[in-house]
């Protein structure tokens, strides 16, 4: 310890002695003050309030332009979903649609068997009626055009499955008739 310190340890009780009148300093601080505060109102000054009814009329073209974007958007989605939707309806509707002709215009299949077979095909086609009354609602738009698909996949592969089994039948009555 050095000196100062020493001296400051040895005659701490000095120090003690004078305390300091608080309200005698708080007294000497307030006639320092002016007693006439001078306020300033900043809502009342017209440039304050030009830049005001800025700021609102910015903040409201914004809300709006955000709101529109935001429902285009959406809006744009959806046309990609339901245009996606028309172009695998279209493929798929002239593919289902050649291929029951073919069936239809078929001279080895009974009526009765066209008939039946075709029944099965009007209930694959209210099953996708069903689906695509779903797919208007928007729930879950890509299972249930994953549906759509294999609605429409299933009835190709249905009707192939026939055609081929006329074939085969076909060509097989076909070599029946040379073998001697």
């Known amino acids: 310890m ?11 009780d000095v120090f003690d002695e004078h305390k300091a009148d608080r309200s005698k300093m708080w ?7 002016d007693k006439d505060p001078k306020t300033i109102r900043l809502w009342r000054s017209p440039l304050l309030k030009l830049a005001a009814s800025i700021l609102i009329l910015i903040g409201t073209y914004t809300t709006i332009n955000l709101f529109i974007t935001a429902t285009f958007n959406h809006n744009s989605k ?13 493929y798929y509707k002239d593919l289902v649609s050649f291929q029951i002709q073919l069936v239809k215009n078929n001279p080895k299949l009974q009526p009765e068997d066209k008939e039946e077979f075709l029944s099965f095909m009007d209930e694959l086609d ?13 729930l879950n738009n ?3 055009l994953e549906a759509i ?6 009835r190709i592969e249905l009707i192939e499955n026939l055609l081929k089994q006329i074939n085969d039948s076909k060509k097989s009555n076909d070599n029946e008739s040379y073998i001697l």
Not at 78 to 89: C, G, T
Not at 127 to 138: D, G, I, Q, V
């Open 27 to 33: 007294n000497n601080i307030e006639s320092s003050l």
């Open 2 to 12: 050095d000196d100062f310190e020493k001296y400051i340890v040895e005659n701490k």
């Open 126 to 138: 209210e099953e996708y009626n069903t689906l695509k009354l779903e797919m208007a609602k928007n």
């Open 142 to 144: 890509e299972f249930i």
């Open 149 to 154: 698909v294999n609605n429409y996949k299933k």
């Open 78 to 90: 959806n046309n990609i979903v339901h245009q996606e939707l028309r172009d695998i309806d279209t």
